[in-house]
């Protein structure tokens, strides 16, 4: 039985989709059936259109949009969302928050989950974002993987680039003209296998 990995994302600009697309390719390759979905958009049309990302987001508004019962049936989930202050969007917490039915009969126990952030800098707030995840995790009694640093693309520093041990990210730049790096991106696809290779093991 192939394990069923969820990739979940949040994209504004379409840097968090680069990154969710790598993560659900890596967990592919390493042999999970993988399901890709996205939180609602919950910023009015007007704003966006004022905000530039109107015609970003129509490079991913095929994907379907996910609801609390999509956490459901999945042996991983890896969340990829941008940072908003150190912390989740308010799309990504709207959705957690209805998931109190899921926690309350441990439909989560034992299973895998990872988190991939982006920040506009370097010192934005991804690892904090990605503890505020593992948090959720935890309370929904599920393993934690990171990315651990046999993935050695986030050791260097001879250029920009993100990656946490408490898991793969991307850095946009604080004008969002920065896309995710070969790099970070090779860093969420060996997240993603990682993820997928741990929940294998824990479906035996």
Known sequence: MKPVIKVF?????????????????GAEKAGAEVVVK???ETIPQDVLTQMGAVEAQKQFAHVPELGPQDFEGADGIILVTASRYSNI???VANILDQTGGIWANQKLKGKVGGAIVGTAT??????????????YFLHQGMVVAGLPYTYQGQSGVDEIRGGSPY?????????GGRMPSEDELAGAAYHGAYIAEIAAKLTR
């Not at 994209?11 to 968090?16: A, I, L, P, R, V």
């Not at 370097?122 to 990605?130: S, V």
């Open 38 to 40: 996205r939180f609602p």
């Open 167 to 175: 898991g793969a990210t991307t850095i946009a730049g604080g004008d």
């Open 9 to 25: 994302f949040y994209s504004t600009y379409g840097h968090m989709y680069a990154m969710a697309k790598s993560a659900a390719e």
């Open 122 to 135: 370097q010192h934005g707030g991804q690892e904090g974002t990605a503890l505020t995840i593992h948090r």
């Open 89 to 91: 969007p308010g799309q």
